[in-house]
């Protein structure tokens, strides 16, 4: 899911989450990608049916009127559409005795995968909540023979899970039966290091534990060919594995050194695309200054003059802002992305006004 459809769904359900019902009024309905609607809507009549035989006249008035209008709403779709179809449907009236059922529909760009019927004082939002958290997950595992950092890359997040230090020694100057000796102690130190590495990679990783689409390995020297090639991991883990990656580093510097270094791989990662448009957003700006520029008043500028060509947004700017300034972008044919405020591009564009732009041509603004 990209940023748009993302922030698209965001404000929806935002929306739903604020409707708030006197009692267990307002209907939820999940149609799995596939499933037939016709069997949903009988469903739905014959709740309508039931809710005639509801005590209270407020509530039973309520009910039906939302069952009624959900499957009205239905019976203008043809089928299912492709990824199912999530409805919602009551009075959201904030008036006692005034009367207001609106329907919603949202026809998600993942499957539904759940058939879902509940009435609740509020929607029942789970599996779209759901749809917004990053499906793909990487792992990654750094290490020299000194440290590892074992973590989750999972969207914009690197999440460190664990971290090691090592008991192996430097390297001795001695000659002899001394020099053997301690680096037959530091090989066996290194192997009692990689394992322990090795067995909470194995148990972290583990596709019942945390289901991921690859894992990285990186780090200085030879020690992560020495741990990806010897038998220290799991086969089923060692398959997972599409990069072993040579850096400078452990560490946090490590970590964001060997996301950068891997960006082909994970060239669909929301974490690479919003690194390559802050990249390329400083280094304009930095280079060219009538070819970029920050801050709303000047962005808005450069929107009316059909200039923009790609606007950047951090995440702490106000979501109806959001979605004013992206649809006047899109209607010129520009393209737009959220920043992370928290991340480092984010974290600097926010001190700028949390908006900037790439041009298509040269403004003086």
């Given at each position: 899911?990209?940023?748009?459809?993302?922030?698209?769904?965001?404000?929806?359900?935002?929306?739903?989450?604020?409707?708030?019902?006197?009692?267990?009024?307002?209907?939820?309905?999940?149609?799995?990608?596939?499933?037939?609607?016709?069997?949903?809507?009988?469903?739905?009549?014959?709740?309508?049916?039931t809710?005639?035989n509801?005590?209270?006249?407020?509530?039973?008035?309520?009910?039906?009127?939302?069952?009624?209008?959900?499957?009205?709403?239905?019976?203008?779709?043809?089928?299912?559409?492709?990824h199912?179809l999530?409805?919602?449907?009551?009075n959201?009236?904030?008036?006692?005795?005034?009367?207001?059922?609106?329907?919603?529909?949202?026809?998600?760009?993942?499957d539904?995968?759940?058939?879902?019927?509940?009435?609740?004082?509020?929607?029942?939002?789970?599996?779209?909540?759901?749809m917004?958290?990053?499906?793909?997950?990487?792992?990654?595992?750094?290490?020299?023979?000194?440290?590892?950092?074992?973590?989750?890359?999972?969207?914009?997040?690197?999440?460190?899970?664990?971290?090691?230090?090592?008991?192996?020694?430097g390297?001795?100057?001695?000659?002899?039966?001394?020099?053997?000796?301690?680096?037959?102690?530091?090989?066996?130190?290194?192997?009692?290091?990689?394992?322990?590495?090795?067995d909470?990679?194995?148990?972290?990783?583990?596709p019942?534990?945390?289901?991921?689409?690859?894992?990285?390995?990186?780090?200085?020297?030879?020690?992560?060919?020495?741990?990806y090639?010897?038998?220290?991991?799991n086969?089923?883990?060692?398959?997972k594995?599409?990069?072993?990656?040579?850096?400078?580093?452990?560490?946090?510097?490590?970590?964001?050194?060997?996301?950068?270094?891997?960006?082909?791989?994970?060239?669909?990662?929301?974490?690479?695309?919003?690194?390559?448009?802050?990249?390329?957003?400083?280094?304009?700006?930095?280079?060219?200054?009538?070819?970029?520029?920050?801050?709303?008043?000047?962005v808005?500028?450069?929107?009316?003059?059909?200039?923009?060509?790609l606007?950047?947004?951090?995440?702490?700017?106000?979501?109806?802002?959001?979605?004013?300034?992206?649809?006047?972008?899109?209607?010129?044919?520009?393209?737009w992305?959220?920043l992370?405020?928290?991340?480092?591009?984010?974290?600097?564009?926010?001190?700028?006004?949390?908006?900037?732009?790439?041009?298509?041509?040269?403004?003086?603004l």
């Open positions: 899911m990209d940023d748009k459809k993302r922030f698209s769904l965001q404000k929806q359900i935002k929306e739903l989450s604020e409707k708030r019902a006197r009692h267990t009024e307002l209907v939820s309905v999940y149609i799995p990608a596939g499933f037939n609607i016709q069997k949903v809507i009988d469903q739905i009549d014959s709740e309508a049916s809710a005639r509801i005590k209270s006249s407020s509530t039973r008035k309520n009910v039906t009127a939302a069952l009624e209008k959900m499957s009205r709403e239905l019976r203008n779709l043809k089928k299912t559409p492709p199912g999530a409805a919602f449907s009551g959201v009236s904030t008036r006692e005795g005034v009367q207001d059922i609106q329907f919603w529909s949202i026809e998600p760009d993942n539904i995968s759940v058939r879902v019927y509940k009435c609740g004082q509020g929607f029942y939002l789970e599996p779209l909540e759901d917004l958290k990053h499906k793909e997950a990487y792992g990654i595992v750094l290490l020299d023979r000194r440290e590892a950092n074992v973590a989750i890359l999972k969207g914009k997040s690197i999440n460190t899970i664990h971290t090691f230090s090592s008991a192996v020694p390297k001795y100057k001695a000659g002899g039966q001394s020099a053997a000796r301690f680096a037959r102690v530091r090989e066996n130190l290194a192997r009692a290091f990689y394992q322990k590495v090795a909470t990679v194995n148990t972290e990783f583990n019942q534990v945390t289901p991921l689409k690859g894992i990285l390995i990186g780090g200085p020297g030879p020690s992560k060919e020495e741990f090639n010897e038998n220290f991991l086969q089923e883990i060692k398959d594995v599409i990069s072993v990656v040579d850096i400078g580093y452990v560490g946090d510097q490590g970590l964001h050194e060997l996301v950068e270094k891997s960006q082909d791989i994970l060239a669909n990662q929301a974490i690479v695309k919003e690194k390559k448009a802050g990249e390329r957003f400083f280094r304009v700006l930095g280079k060219t200054r009538d070819l970029a520029t920050y801050g709303e008043e000047k808005r500028k450069a929107i009316e003059a059909g200039a923009v060509d606007m950047l947004i951090t995440s702490s700017i106000d979501e109806n802002k959001i979605e004013e300034l992206a649809a006047l972008v899109e209607n010129q044919s520009g393209d992305i959220i992370d405020k928290d991340g480092r591009d984010g974290k600097t564009l926010d001190g700028l006004g949390g908006l900037g732009a790439i041009l298509r041509y040269k403004l003086q």
